[in-house]
């Protein structure tokens, strides 16, 4: 017996799979909104013109409201969380070239850098936002253990970034989510390097059952809050990743105006 297979619809279903990581955080909210008591009217920030943040579904617990987080006016002055990335058996080496994005929330990246602004004024076109090269600089200490070093041609390069806009906040202009993809001794003619996809778990704001859902490995609470900010690499997640080189390199191309990247948007 066969049937006929609608190019239509494999486009279509193929579309929503490269969306699923990009639209994840708006879908929680959606999905959350009916459930959602607002616990105040709205957060006062530090606009041209002063406005108020309508009652949204947090990302990273849908069952309390985004007000609850303080985002802005950073910089803050609390201290910084070191990253945390646990030992993984396919850490790479030092001489391999290697194409790395690291992103999470924004609750997650304050407690990393305390003293960065994730402000996005309107209409502005900077690349990258002042927290992606020292996100950036972070994940690269952790991974080979060393600093930055300017003699080596390429040992770190911002390439792109991606920004979670929080769309429901419109006409304010915000992010909740973000991440950084930098090189490292990629040649600038490779456009397909290997990649390691890093995500920053936000621990505090739901207990730990985000982290213990997609891990492999348990996760206790007591061990990170107010401690550290865990980080794990695609290879030790439970979620396969398989399109994460194209993602990224196509995000990359893109930027470098290579190829179209609608597909991801």
Same mark, same amino acid.
């Given at each position: ?54 009652? &949204? ?19 803050? *002055? ?12 396919? +850490? ?39 927290? !992606? ?9 952790? @991974?080979?253990?060393?600093? @930055?070093?300017?003699? &080596? +041609? !390429? ?8 920004? !979670? ?9 915000? @992010? ?12 600038? %003619? *490779? ?11 936000? &621990?505090? %704001? ?11 490995? *348990? ?21 396969? !990743?398989?399109? %994460? ?21």
């Amino acid at each position: 017996m066969s049937c006929d297979i609608d190019p239509a619809v494999v486009a279509a279903d193929t579309a929503a799979w490269n969306n699923a990581r990009f639209a994840r955080h708006t879908m929680i909210r959606f999905a959350a909104r009916k459930a959602l008591k607002p616990k105040c009217a709205g957060v006062l920030f530090n606009f041209p013109h002063t406005m108020t943040l309508p009652d &949204i579904p947090c990302l990273t617990n849908p069952t309390h409201s985004f007000n609850l987080h303080c985002f802005y006016p950073p910089p803050s *002055d609390q201290p910084a969380l070191p990253l945390y990335i646990p030992p993984c058996p396919h +850490a790479p080496s030092s001489e391999q070239p290697l194409r790395i994005q690291i992103e999470g929330p924004l609750l997650a990246l304050q407690k990393l850098l305390p003293g960065v602004s994730w402000h996005i004024p309107h209409d502005s076109p900077e690349f990258p936002l002042p927290g !992606g090269p020292e996100l950036a600089k972070l994940a690269f200490q952790k @991974i080979y253990h060393r600093d @930055i070093r300017p003699d &080596i +041609a !390429g040992d770190m390069v911002v390439r792109d970034e991606y920004k !979670g806009w929080l769309v429901e906040a419109r006409p304010i202009v915000m @992010i909740d989510y973000y991440g950084v993809t930098f090189d490292h001794l990629v040649p600038t %003619d *490779d456009t397909d390097p290997e990649v390691l996809q890093i995500n920053i778990v936000e &621990i505090e %704001d739901d207990g730990g059952v985000y982290a213990n859902k997609y891990n492999p490995f *348990d996760i206790d609470p007591a061990e990170y809050i107010g401690k550290k900010v865990l980080a794990v690499p695609r290879c030790c997640q439970k979620r396969k !990743g398989t399109t %994460d080189r194209q993602r990224i390199n196509d995000a990359v191309n893109a930027r470098d105006g290579r190829v179209d990247d609608t597909i991801y948007k």
